[in-house]
């Protein structure tokens, strides 16, 4: 598959939802890809990528930003409070808020670089034990507790269970959003962007099926 024909995908999404078109950002998500990868989705246009790690996306992205100072790139995993400081340096968003001592971290040393990236609230809808997130019960609170730090929240974003019909999963994080008067929405990915764009989704994250399969060896 092609980044034009996930592009085209998303838009038939958007209009079969009645969405207007291209209100879903779609996140290229580089994680583990080579760099000739990467620079070939930026030659043809593309400037919103997703890195897992902190120090993997330092070993790209500061590079990559000389030839293309526009490129935005999104943490979209768990973050440790030691690395706080250069993703904040880093990253245009973190969609990896999820307990207490990080919120507060990310507070004080967004006050301290300024301004602070965008920032999402993972929700562990499944209530998956391996999994970072808050359960659905706790979001509501630590929504407002974000909030009242006076972080960035934008939005809240999930990875549903493997074995679960996503599109559930999806629903309850937009409802818990809309409760809280949040608007973004970061969810789905390559096997289910699709659903995620029927329910609201305001970023989507795919990567293999733009870039290929990855190898981690």
Same mark, same amino acid.
């Given at each position: 598959?092609?980044?034009s !024909?996930?592009?085209? @995908?998303?838009?038939?999404?958007? !209009?079969?939802?009645?969405?207007?078109?291209g209100?879903?950002?779609?996140l290229?998500? &580089?994680?583990?890809?080579?760099?000739?990868?990467?620079?070939?989705?930026?030659?043809?246009?593309? @400037?919103?990528?997703? !890195?897992?790690?902190v120090?993997?996306?330092?070993?790209?992205?500061?590079?990559?930003?000389?030839?293309?100072?526009?490129?935005k790139?999104?943490?979209?995993?768990?973050?440790?409070?030691?690395k706080?400081?250069?993703a904040?340096?880093?990253?245009?968003?973190?969609?990896?808020?999820? @307990?207490?001592?990080?919120?507060?971290?990310?507070?004080?040393?967004?006050q301290?670089?300024?301004?602070?990236?965008?920032?999402?609230i993972?929700?562990?809808?499944?209530?998956?034990?391996?999994?970072?997130?808050?359960?659905?019960?706790?979001?509501?609170?630590?929504?407002a507790?974000?909030?009242?730090?006076?972080?960035?929240?934008?939005g +809240?974003?999930?990875?549903?269970?493997?074995?679960?019909?996503?599109?559930?999963?999806f629903?309850?994080?937009?409802?818990?959003? @809309?409760?809280?008067?949040?608007?973004? +929405?970061?969810?789905?990915?390559? &096997?289910?962007? !699709?659903?995620?764009?029927?329910?609201?989704?305001?970023?989507?994250r795919?990567?293999?099926?733009?870039?290929g399969?990855?190898?981690?060896?």
């Amino acid at each position: 598959m092609s980044l034009s !024909e996930i592009t085209s @995908r998303i838009h038939a999404a958007e !209009e079969a939802a009645g969405r207007a078109v291209g209100s879903t950002q779609l996140l290229a998500v &580089s994680k583990v890809q080579p760099n000739e990868r990467v620079a070939a989705v930026l030659e043809q246009g593309h @400037r919103l990528f997703g !890195e897992n790690k902190v120090q993997e996306a330092e070993g790209k992205w500061p590079m990559f930003r000389e030839t293309y100072p526009d490129a935005k790139v999104h943490l979209i995993g768990p973050l440790q409070t030691n690395k706080v400081k250069n993703a904040v340096a880093l990253f245009d968003a973190i969609h990896a808020v999820d @307990r207490v001592t990080l919120a507060k971290t990310l507070a004080a040393e967004g006050q301290a670089q300024g301004p602070a990236p965008h920032m999402f609230i993972t929700v562990n809808t499944g209530q998956e034990g391996q999994k970072a997130g808050l359960f659905p019960a706790e979001a509501d609170q630590f929504i407002a507790d974000c909030l009242a730090l006076d972080l960035p929240i934008k939005g +809240l974003m999930v990875i549903p269970p493997v074995n679960e019909e996503p599109s559930l999963h999806f629903a309850l994080l937009r409802k818990i959003a @809309r409760r809280n008067g949040l608007t973004g +929405l970061s969810m789905g990915m390559s &096997s289910d962007f !699709e659903r995620a764009v029927a329910l609201g989704a305001t970023h989507v994250r795919v990567g293999s099926a733009i870039f290929g399969d990855r190898d981690y060896t």
